[in-house]
């Protein structure tokens, strides 16, 4: 009896000692994950705050990569660069082919196309195993013409794994480009067909079937978005397009003039005849 009264009463002190933990705790605020918080919510701008407030109170290499990044998802390669400079130029833990990949994405989207070719190239040659490196290079080689070893580059990356859908879309730009519209049907309609298809493959896919003379996978694409009379005159503009193999700054210049443009008789169609198509490759 004493023992099990002795229990009893240690199991009801522990108890009240909880109930009042919790009420003292009720009292304090939430404690969350900023960076999480952060991260989920896509807020670049605040990431940027928060890594630039943690490295003022002590330098660390994996808080300046991750504050890299973040100005890079915010679109501000200049200050990735500037950012990484101390990464890159002293020893560092970190993967190098880490940081090579990110200074070659950064010197793209400026435009630094023999830069980013050579980081890249250090990426590959710190981690041969590395797809995005591959892929990302691979984009390069086709800008420049070199279609075979961009192809090479594509399907080293779909070797080691790299996302399907990115890089059968990239080989379907150099089958458009060498103008073998089958080769490039056959890579994305079973895409589109899965559901897998985004914006940019449906629109690769418009442009393909219009080359192929489809007009009937026209309709099926867009035929919830604009009538008949629109989308056969988009088809007949489709039929016309020729697809232009730009850097980012040039894509940019020309990136309002491709999408949607209205016609002598005010209807809105997907692509104009008179412009030509970007290449569109994915990262």
Not at 8 to 37: M, V
Request: net charge negative.
């Amino acid at each position: 009896m004493c023992a099990l009264s002795l229990s009893g009463c240690s199991g009801l002190y522990q108890t009240s000692n909880n109930e009042g933990s919790q009420a003292q705790n009720r009292d304090k605020p939430l404690d969350f994950d900023q960076e999480s918080l952060l991260i989920k919510t896509n807020n670049q701008a605040g990431l940027i705050e928060l890594y630039k407030a943690q490295l003022q109170q002590q330098e660390n290499p994996q808080t300046r990569l991750k504050l890299a990044q973040a100005y890079f998802d915010g679109n501000d390669p200049e200050s990735t660069l500037f950012v990484l400079t101390p990464l890159l130029s002293g020893s560092t833990t970190l993967p190098r082919d880490e940081l090579f990949f990110l200074q070659g994405r950064a010197q793209y989207q400026l435009g630094q196309i023999e830069q980013a070719q050579r980081s890249l190239s250090s990426a590959l040659e710190v981690n041969p195993s590395s797809a995005k490196a591959f892929n990302s290079i691979s984009i390069i080689y086709a800008q420049q013409g070199e279609w075979r070893k961009a192809r090479e580059g594509f399907n080293r990356a779909r070797e080691l794994m790299f996302d399907d859908v990115t890089v059968k879309n990239n080989l379907a730009l150099i089958d458009i480009l060498e103008q073998d519209y089958q080769s490039a049907a056959a890579r994305l309609l079973p895409i589109y067909l899965n559901g897998q298809a985004d914006d940019m493959v449906t629109a690769n896919l418009a442009l393909i079937m219009a080359k192929i003379g489809s007009y009937e996978h026209l309709r099926s694409f867009y035929g919830q978005q604009y009538n008949d009379e629109e989308l056969y005159l988009a088809y007949l503009n489709l039929r016309d397009v020729q697809l232009m193999n730009h850097t980012p700054a040039e894509a940019a210049a020309n990136s309002k003039k491709h999408l949607l443009q209205p016609n002598n008789n005010n209807t809105e169609v997907v692509i104009p005849a008179e412009e030509p198509k970007d290449a569109s490759f994915v990262f």
